[in-house]
C-alpha cells in the first residue's frame, strides 16, 4: 500500500499537505542548527569548569546557574526554565 503526502502530515488536502512538509524540512534544517549550538555550548561550558576544577575549585557554580535560569525564563516563560536545567545538565552532567 502507498503512503501518500496526506497520510504522513495528518493533512486532509494536498495543499495542506504541501505546506506542512515544506515547513517540516525548515523545523529539521533549524533543529540540526540547534543540536550544533548547544554542542558548541557543551564545549565551552567544559572549558570553564576544565579551568574552574584544575584552579582547586568546583565544577558547578550554582549562582551563575540561577542566572542561566533567569535568563531562558524571562525569554520564554516557565518552560524556559525547565529547558535550561535540561541544557545545564548536559553541559556539566548531573548533580
Ligand atoms: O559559567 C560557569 O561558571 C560554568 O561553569 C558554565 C555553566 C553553564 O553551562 O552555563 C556550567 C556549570 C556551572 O554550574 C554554571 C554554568
Same mark, same amino acid.
Given at each position: 500500500?502507498?503512503?501518500?503526502? +496526506?497520510?504522513?502530515?495528518? *493533512? @486532509?488536502? %494536498?495543499?495542506?499537505?504541501?505546506?506542512?512538509?515544506?515547513? $517540516? #524540512?525548515?523545523?529539521?534544517?533549524?533543529?540540526?542548527?540547534?543540536?550544533?549550538?548547544?554542542?558548541?555550548?557543551?564545549?565551552?561550558? +567544559?572549558?570553564?569548569?576544565? *579551568? @574552574?576544577? %584544575?584552579?582547586?575549585?568546583?565544577?558547578?557554580?550554582?549562582? $551563575? #546557574?540561577?542566572?542561566?535560569l533567569?535568563?531562558?525564563r524571562?525569554?520564554?516563560?516557565?518552560?524556559g526554565t525547565a529547558?535550561?536545567?535540561?541544557?545545564?545538565?548536559?553541559? @556539566?552532567?548531573?548533580?
Amino acid at each position: 500500500m502507498t503512503v501518500t503526502a +496526506a497520510d504522513k502530515t495528518g *493533512a @486532509r488536502t %494536498t495543499e495542506a499537505a504541501g505546506v506542512i512538509t515544506g515547513a $517540516r #524540512e525548515r523545523i529539521d534544517a533549524l533543529d540540526d542548527r540547534i543540536i550544533g549550538l548547544i554542542q558548541e555550548r557543551m564545549a565551552v561550558s +567544559a572549558v570553564i569548569q576544565e *579551568a @574552574r576544577i %584544575t584552579s582547586g575549585g568546583r565544577r558547578v557554580n550554582l549562582s $551563575r #546557574e540561577m542566572e542561566v535560569l533567569d535568563h531562558y525564563r524571562q525569554a520564554l516563560g516557565k518552560p524556559g526554565t525547565a529547558l535550561a536545567m535540561t541544557m545545564l545538565e548536559l553541559c @556539566r552532567g548531573r548533580v
